[in-house]
């Protein structure tokens, strides 16, 4: 499976942007998607994950009714609708995809997935 995610990009705080991660190769619909993020200095973590149905999705409690992740099964893609952005969302994020969901260690959901796109950045300005 390869990823493909685009969409990010400069945008002032209280903006929005929307992510989108094209798969080839591959059934989105068949896998477990997730975006996760990496800020400068800080270690890689999940924002949101979708399950292959479409049935399930998980956010993290920091993107919690501002961000909100979706599957489009036709076209491939998972998308991240972001809201009211914050300065702190400021990051890499990347698109993963896995058969099984990502393992919990420790109470953290490990940024552990089989196939991970290229990354597209996000800068919010204050």
């Known amino acids: 499976v390869q990823l493909q995610a685009y969409g990010g990009g400069l945008v002032q705080a209280g903006g929005s942007l929307r992510l989108s991660c094209a798969a080839s190769?591959?059934?989105?619909?068949?896998?477990?998607m997730g975006w996760f993020r990496q800020a400068p200095g800080k270690d890689r973590e999940i924002v949101a994950a979708i399950s292959w149905t479409g049935g399930t999705s998980y956010s993290a409690d920091s993107v919690k009714g501002r961000f909100t992740i979706s599957s489009d099964n036709a076209k491939n893609t998972v998308y991240l609708q972001m809201n009211s952005l914050k300065f702190e969302d400021t990051a890499v994020y990347y698109c993963?995809?896995?058969?099984?969901?990502?393992?919990?260690?420790?109470?953290?959901?490990?940024?552990?997935?089989?196939?991970w796109g290229q990354g597209t950045l996000v800068t919010v300005s204050s």
């Open positions: 190769g591959g059934t989105v619909s068949r896998y477990c």
């Open positions: 993963a995809a896995d058969q099984s969901p990502p393992p919990v260690i420790g109470g953290l959901i490990m940024p552990i997935m089989d196939y």
